[in-house]
């Protein structure tokens, strides 16, 4: 057996083989480069392979029941470009097809050039697995029973952490604004510094501790995606992509111009949320229609495999016999695919735009994988059974993560609109009571008597707390905060939801309008509550 020396030249050579073949050039230094490279790109492809391991070990033992030779397997595996991780198998049948070596030690030679611990883990498993002669179909099956058990007790504990640090967050928030109020009472009442650097450092303070507390959410909330990236796209999804590239950037336009034209910054906002709220709105219709369709594919998938292994019809035949009653959001499409297959269209373009249609990342990875595994030979009954159970699964994971982001939210945006509100209504008291003392002291000469006796000192009656704000600087911290809150409460909402990025013009317009809403009303209600005709006039 070849040493270990020998087997990291000839990954070399395969790697080399695969740039020549791609028309690249080498880089400097690429020996020495490359493992470096290799080792960073697995890194930072970490989180997408912890969530694709358990697609990859579901379709290798979905296809293991076809009873097919191990280097099918590895090949088979290997072409499934939309697994993150078929490129490390395809390494592994590179090196066992053009360089003689056993599986179980191309294994071991890949597994030591992953940064991902379970590819990792799971490799070397698999590389013990065939070294002590074990068939692949029974370490494969195991292996899917462990991933499973693994990826839920990993999402329902990223569940538990997630609520945890939302409720952290929201007294997080609170306490922001308490502080965020306190150092605008101490710089304007006490003189306590500069003003210019306390209210900016204030922001940027809020700013950097809702930046750590939206990272920390978004780094424990549970890792899936839900929206594919296929070819075809879902109707809601053909939509956004083509809003998106006329609201957002025409949205940021009329936003800037306002901004120069100096209007109200609550009129910018308003303006800006309703700009990216179409967006948002058709996105949430689209994850709710997503939602359905992975619950009902289930059903689907396991009524199909039935048909097909019970019947002993083929996929075409079986979809006919499947009852449309029982498959809810799907039936439209599922008709769709039967006539175009009957109608003998490419049955790989057929499934490619079923899949697409439904905009769904479950449904896009289990279609292949049972169509795949049903053409190879593989037992329709039991492929049927393995997609529906992982299908559900993560499909009632799902159900237990809206449970909890839904209540976060409904929480944060009105905490949003209180807190903007409250920032808002002290800054604005304090500018009519500046203003207010301001013109006492210039508007009557009975203010300072100097030295005739009985005169009234504006001192002496404590309104010099007052003296010397600027109005301005109050103006853009205020505008300053709310901002940051927008951007805060934002960022948190998307990521205690999850899903595609489009809900960040969802909870974008919701935040901005609402914080819009907060510059222009309240200010005009401070204005009618704070209003003292006899002082604003000019006399006692």
């Given at each position: ?14 790697n ?18 490359r ?31 076809a ?6 397997i590895?090949r088979r ?7 993150v991780c ?37 490799l ?13 179909s029974k ?6 029973l ?9 999402y ?9 640090w ?9 306490s922001m ?5 306190t ?6 009442l006490?003189?306590?510094?500069d ?22 959410i978004?780094?424990?909330a ?18 956004i ?8 950037p ?8 306002l ?48 048909m ?18 029982s ?26 735009k ?46 237990k993560?809206n449970l ?11 905490l949003h ?21 301001s013109?006492?002291?210039s508007s ?5 008597t ?14 010099n707390?007052f003296?010397?704000v ?7 911290y205020?505008?300053?905060m ?11 909402s ?16 919701i935040m901005?309008?609402?914080?819009g ?6 200010p005009?209600?401070v204005?009618s509550?704070?209003?003292f ?5 000019g006399?006692?």
């Amino acid at each position: 057996m070849q040493d270990v020396g020998s087997a990291a030249a000839n990954a070399k050579a395969v790697n080399k083989k695969a740039v020549k073949a791609k028309g690249h050039q080498p880089l400097p230094f690429e020996g020495i480069l490359r493992p470096i490279i290799t080792y960073l790109q697995s890194y930072a492809e970490s989180g997408r392979i912890d969530i694709d391991l358990m697609y990859t070990v579901t379709y290798m033992n979905t296809i293991a029941t076809a009873d097919l030779a191990r280097d099918e397997i590895f090949r088979r595996v290997a072409e499934r470009e939309d697994f993150v991780c078929s490129k490390y198998f395809k390494q592994v049948y590179m090196l066992a097809k053009n360089w003689n070596y056993e599986y179980a030690y191309a294994c071991q030679i890949v597994a030591k050039s992953v940064a991902n611990k379970r590819l990792k883990d799971f490799l070397m498993r698999l590389a013990n697995a065939m070294s002590s002669g074990e068939p692949e179909s029974k370490f494969l099956e195991s292996e899917y029973l462990t991933m499973m058990t693994i990826y839920k007790n990993e999402y329902e504990r990223s569940l538990e952490s997630l609520k945890k640090w939302t409720d952290a967050y929201t007294a997080l928030l609170v306490s922001m604004a308490f502080v965020a109020v306190t150092m605008l009472l101490s710089v304007i009442l006490y003189n306590l510094g500069d003003p210019f650097t306390m209210l900016m450092l204030t922001v940027l303070l809020t700013g950097g501790v809702g930046g750590i507390a939206v990272f920390v959410i978004n780094a424990e909330a549970p890792k899936e995606y839900k929206t594919h990236r296929a070819r075809y796209l879902s109707i809601e999804q053909k939509q956004i992509k083509d809003m998106q590239n006329i609201l957002i950037p025409g949205g940021l336009l009329l936003s800037a111009l306002l901004f120069m034209l100096n209007v109200n910054i609550g009129f910018i906002l308003i303006v800006f949320g309703m700009c990216i709220a179409p967006i948002g709105f058709i996105g949430m219709i689209d994850d709710k229609n997503i939602d359905r369709r992975d619950r009902d594919f289930s059903q689907f998938i396991k009524m199909l495999g039935s048909m097909c292994g019970g019947m002993g019809v083929t996929v075409k035949e079986g979809i006919k016999k499947v009852d449309q009653k029982s498959i809810g959001s799907l039936d439209t499409m599922v008709q769709r695919v039967y006539v175009q297959l009957m109608m003998g269209m490419d049955p790989k373009i057929c499934w490619e735009k079923f899949v697409g249609s439904t905009g769904s990342e479950l449904i896009h990875k289990f279609t292949y994988i049972f169509l795949d595994s049903v053409e190879m030979g593989g037992d329709p009954v039991k492929i049927g059974k393995l997609v529906n159970s992982s299908d559900l699964e993560i499909v009632l994971l799902r159900m237990k993560r809206n449970l909890t982001s839904s209540s976060f939210t409904s929480l944060a945006i009105p905490l949003h609109i209180s807190m903007s509100a409250l920032i808002i209504f002290i800054v604005e008291i304090m500018i009519i009571f500046s203003t207010m003392i301001s013109k006492l002291y210039s508007s009557t000469d009975l203010m300072d008597t100097g030295g005739v006796s009985g005169g009234i000192s504006i001192s002496s009656m404590g309104f010099n707390l007052f003296q010397n704000v600027d109005v301005t600087l109050l103006s853009q911290y205020m505008v300053l905060m709310v901002l940051v809150l927008t951007l805060v409460n934002t960022l948190a909402s998307k990521c205690a939801v999850g899903g595609d990025n489009y809900k960040l013009c969802y909870y974008g317009a919701i935040m901005c309008v609402s914080a819009g809403l907060c510059l222009i009303i309240v200010p005009v209600l401070v204005q009618s509550i704070f209003n003292f005709p006899t002082l604003t006039a000019g006399g006692l």
